[in-house]
């Protein structure tokens, strides 16, 4: 079984600029979440999908992030504009219905903002 | 809210040596409790869980009880290996039962 897919792996960009993150999660896993981890933390929610509906944004910092999941599958997350306190490492996780417990995440897309 | 905390880190331990990393949660209710492990270079995985009080989560001879008395989970192990080297976080369920709160971690490191 494939695990999930996350790409690209590493990304470096100024201050100010747009970036963006994919994520393909396991087949058949309906729910998707984005976490957002700051070095020495541990992740923190930025947004779950349930297919292809948002069923908790409320840690998302809307004025910069914004996040889509297209077909209920694949999701991307943006940052425009991005900001210092952006670095980090951007983890995607999916999981089978009714088993928040058990996520199975992807290697991270590890952002540095200069 | 619902919040996890860890004891801090780096744990640095000879190998065969026994370990404990400490995690005590604050919830309302009773959620089910994980530990998970990111080696290096690696995503982050399951490694236990407990669904109720008093449940012992166990793994690659790592193990867990669930103490609603003291609201804690602590991680034990009877001896480590260098191949447990990695960073290690407590989590819960959130109210809703619907997403993962963690802790901050704690960084393992083992020696031979």
């Known amino acids: 079984e494939a695990g999930v897919a996350q790409s690209p792996r590493y990304k470096i960009i100024e201050k100010r600029q747009s970036v963006a993150f994919w994520c393909n999660p396991i087949?058949?896993?309906?729910?998707l979440y984005w976490y957002q981890q700051i070095l020495g933390q541990g992740p923190k929610l930025l947004i779950q999908?349930?297919?292809?509906?948002?069923?908790?944004d409320s840690q998302l910092p809307k004025d910069r992030f914004s996040a889509e999941r297209l077909k209920g599958v694949d999701s991307t997350l943006k940052i425009q504009p991005a900001k210092l306190e952006d670095s980090a490492v951007y983890l995607c996780?999916?999981?089978?219905?009714?088993?928040?417990?058990?996520?199975?995440f992807g290697p991270g897309t590890r952002l540095t903002v200069l | 809210g619902d919040s996890v905390t860890q004891m801090e880190g780096p744990v640095t331990l000879s190998e065969e040596a026994f370990l404990t990393i400490n995690c005590t949660y604050t919830?309302?209710?009773?959620?089910?409790l994980f530990w998970y492990v990111q080696y290096p270079g690696e995503g982050l995985q399951l490694l236990l869980k407990?669904?109720?009080?008093?449940d012992k989560g166990s793994n690659k001879g790592f193990e867990a009880t669930y103490r609603k008395e003291t609201t804690s989970f602590h991680l034990e192990k009877g001896s480590v290996q260098v191949s447990d080297s990695a960073v290690y976080f407590c989590?819960?369920?959130?109210?809703?039962?619907?997403?993962?709160?963690f802790g901050k971690g704690t960084t393992l490191s083992v020696s031979s």
């Open positions: 996780a999916s999981i089978t219905s009714g088993r928040a417990g058990e996520q199975f």
């Open positions: 087949s058949g896993h309906a729910t």
């Open positions: 999908f349930q297919n292809n509906g948002v069923v908790d």
């Open positions: 919830a309302t209710g009773y959620p089910s």
């Open positions: 407990a669904t109720k009080a008093d």
């Open positions: 989590a819960l369920v959130n109210q809703a039962g619907t997403a993962l709160i």
